[in-house]
């Protein structure tokens, strides 16, 4: 058997941070034709590297084959279409970004960031793998490369003489199996006195607040403030800045630069993060270890309340398929023996099925049509803007349930 080694620091993986036990891609959804095909399913296993405390899955599947088509299209989500726009204003502002200098984003999906760039006057160049995406960037005159980053994509794009004075990725960093080549190619692409913005969720808060159902193969890692900072000066790029988030329930902006660029110091931020995982236990096993039965009980709990709410007869329908959904569907086993079908905004998502659980998905004016007791709102994250939006299951007495932290009726 092939022994299990930390993808950054190569310690062998011994200690068990949750097993959510086996489920699929949580972004392959079925089609008609599927229904009558079986499904893949992995184990969702994730391991804590006790040397530098990288939280991460095996790989099963490669990239390529999970995202060479993907059905995740960030523009679909108001208020992440009002956080990109509001980081454009943040970062032309700080980094005095104009029409001499250049933006590229890793994992640029449908361009949904870059257009704000774009509207402002500053060059922008997109870098994303799954072509069906790319093709509505491209479509919105979003110069895109349909490619993986790594060190050659850097060096081809250097050679062209096009790096970065801003590179940004966002909810990219747990993509990436191999975070060697990742990294050391965004050293290569940056500027001498360019910066590197990335985010993604913050291992913190998923502990914190019991998020397991963020991890899915597609998410490779969970990462720390201490971890990455780690992953970066093992490349000669230094964190000078780090802000917590509240976007998907919980995210860390990290900022970084070349070690030689002196022009940007290390803010207080980035003191005060380290700070409070520490603090929080982030650099003792006991803390990771103590994860998987906070899960468990949370899984009987959301049974528990399924089981009476069917008991009562009553009907239940649920917003969103994302990924995130998936997770907890398939490790909660519900199917559509509680939950009816689910609803979604996006077309490219409509008509087809939930992964594992088989559960289809509607246009959101179904839940109008029948009039759901209950609306379990799968992606929690966004859960005001999508209140917001279904405020008509009031009407009938109808309410909202989110499932993570806690069973909680709205």
């Given at each position: 058997m092939k022994q299990r080694v930390c993808r950054f620091c190569g310690t062998t993986l011994k200690y068990s941070f949750v097993d959510l036990g086996v489920s699929p891609?949580?972004?392959?959804?079925?089609?008609?034709?599927?229904?009558?095909?079986?499904?893949?399913?992995?184990?969702l296993h994730a391991y804590v590297c006790e040397s530098?405390?990288?939280?991460?899955?095996?790989?099963?599947?490669?990239?390529?084959?999970?995202?060479?088509?993907?059905?995740y299209f960030s523009s679909y989500a108001e208020s992440w279409l009002k956080h990109a726009r509001d980081y454009t204003e943040m970062a032309v502002s700080r980094f005095q970004l104009d029409k001499n200098s250049q933006v590229i984003e890793i994992a640029s999906n449908d361009g949904y960031l870059l257009k704000y760039f774009?509207?402002?006057?500053?060059?922008?160049l997109g870098i994303e793998p799954a072509a069906n995406v790319?093709?509505?960037?491209?479509?919105?005159?979003?110069?895109?490369?349909?490619?993986?980053?790594?060190?050659?994509?850097?060096?081809?794009?250097?050679?062209?003489?096009?790096?970065?004075?801003?590179?940004?990725?966002?909810?990219?960093?747990?993509?990436?199996?191999?975070?060697?080549?990742?990294?050391?190619?965004?050293?290569?692409?940056?500027?001498?006195?360019?910066?590197?913005?990335?985010?993604?969720?913050?291992?913190l808060r998923l502990i914190q607040d019991n998020q397991f159902d963020t991890i899915y193969h597609e998410h490779f890692s969970y990462f720390s403030c201490g971890t990455v900072r780690e992953i970066f000066a093992s490349h000669g790029l230094t964190l000078f800045d780090a802000e917590e988030l509240p976007t998907h329930g919980g995210s860390l902006r990290i900022y970084a630069r070349h070690n030689e660029d002196e022009?940007?110091?290390?803010?207080?931020?980035?003191?005060?993060?380290?700070?409070?995982?520490?603090?929080?236990?982030?650099?003792?096993?006991?803390?990771?270890?103590?994860?998987?039965?906070?899960?468990?009980?949370t899984k009987?709990?959301?049974?528990?309340?399924?089981?009476?709410?069917?008991?009562?007869?009553?009907?239940?329908?649920?917003?969103?398929?994302?990924?995130?959904?998936?997770?907890?569907?398939?490790?909660?086993?519900?199917?559509?023996?509680?939950?009816?079908?689910?609803?979604?905004?996006?077309?490219?998502?409509?008509g087809m099925y939930l992964p594992g659980t088989r559960i289809p998905v509607e246009a959101p004016d179904k839940i109008r049509e029948t009039r759901p007791d209950y609306v379990v709102i799968l992606p929690w994250n966004l859960k005001e803007e999508i209140m917001e939006q279904m405020s008509c299951i009031?009407?009938?007495?109808?309410?909202?349930?989110?499932l993570i932290p806690e069973v909680t009726v709205m």
């Amino acid at each position: 058997m092939k022994q299990r080694v930390c993808r950054f620091c190569g310690t062998t993986l011994k200690y068990s941070f949750v097993d959510l036990g086996v489920s699929p891609l949580a972004n392959s959804l079925v089609n008609q034709e599927g229904l009558l095909a079986g499904e893949v399913f992995y184990p969702l296993h994730a391991y804590v590297c006790e040397s530098c405390f990288l939280v991460q899955l095996e790989e099963f599947e490669t990239p390529q084959n999970i995202f060479g088509e993907y059905t995740y299209f960030s523009s679909y989500a108001e208020s992440w279409l009002k956080h990109a726009r509001d980081y454009t204003e943040m970062a032309v502002s700080r980094f005095q970004l104009d029409k001499n200098s250049q933006v590229i984003e890793i994992a640029s999906n449908d361009g949904y960031l870059l257009k704000y760039f774009k509207e402002a006057g500053i060059p922008v160049l997109g870098i994303e793998p799954a072509a069906n995406v790319a093709q509505a960037a491209r479509e919105k005159d979003i110069p895109t490369l349909v490619e993986f980053f790594g060190r050659d994509t850097a060096d081809k794009l250097e050679r062209e003489e096009k790096r970065a004075d801003l590179l940004v990725g966002n909810n990219v960093l747990a993509h990436v199996p191999d975070l060697h080549d990742f990294v050391a190619g965004m050293k290569i692409l940056l500027k001498p006195q360019g910066v590197i913005t990335m985010e993604f969720p913050h291992l913190l808060r998923l502990i914190q607040d019991n998020q397991f159902d963020t991890i899915y193969h597609e998410h490779f890692s969970y990462f720390s403030c201490g971890t990455v900072r780690e992953i970066f000066a093992s490349h000669g790029l230094t964190l000078f800045d780090a802000e917590e988030l509240p976007t998907h329930g919980g995210s860390l902006r990290i900022y970084a630069r070349h070690n030689e660029d002196e022009t940007k110091p290390e803010t207080l931020q980035v003191t005060q993060l380290l700070g409070l995982e520490e603090t929080a236990g982030l650099r003792q096993l006991d803390t990771y270890q103590d994860f998987s039965e906070q899960v468990k009980k949370t899984k009987r709990n959301i049974l528990g309340f399924l089981i009476q709410a069917k008991k009562e007869g009553k009907k239940l329908a649920g917003y969103g398929a994302p990924a995130k959904g998936n997770t907890l569907l398939n490790y909660c086993g519900i199917r559509t023996d509680f939950i009816d079908y689910t609803v979604d905004r996006s077309p490219y998502k409509q008509g087809m099925y939930l992964p594992g659980t088989r559960i289809p998905v509607e246009a959101p004016d179904k839940i109008r049509e029948t009039r759901p007791d209950y609306v379990v709102i799968l992606p929690w994250n966004l859960k005001e803007e999508i209140m917001e939006q279904m405020s008509c299951i009031r009407e009938w007495g109808g309410r909202f349930v989110i499932l993570i932290p806690e069973v909680t009726v709205m």
